[in-house]
């Protein structure tokens, strides 16, 4: 299985982002996916996830500005960022809520004050 996550960059606080992550090789309907981002300071935490269905779950420090979504015909599950902070800094990765797949390379995501 292979996760491509992309659609990061550097933007101002208060501003928004999209990010997407292709997956390949899974059954991806059957897959509950997440979004996790990762710090030195922090190390890798889950921020959303979202079940075949379409049930989401947040982590509270986004709860109300992000939103997962799903295309289970393209295989991609997406982030989109809302009222981004800088301590949202980060780079990004998907993976299943389980983290049962490799992890890609991820996306950074760079918030500025």
């Known amino acids: 299985v292979q996760l491509q996550a992309s659609g990061g960059g550097l933007v101002q606080a208060g501003g928004s982002l999209r990010l997407s992550c292709k997956v390949s090789g899974s059954i991806f309907r059957l897959d509950i996916m997440a979004w996790y981002r990762q710090t030195p300071q922090k190390g890798r935490e889950q921020v959303a996830s979202i079940t075949g269905f379409g049930s989401t779950n947040y982590e509270d420090s986004v709860k109300g500005r992000f939103v997962i979504s799903r295309d289970n015909a393209k295989n991609t599950v997406y982030l989109q960022m809302n009222n981004l902070k800088p301590e949202d800094t980060a780079v990004y990765y998907c993976?299943?809520?389980?983290?049962?797949?490799?992890w890609g390379q991820g996306t950074q995501v760079t918030v500025s004050s």
């Open positions: 993976n299943t809520a389980s983290s049962e797949y490799d």
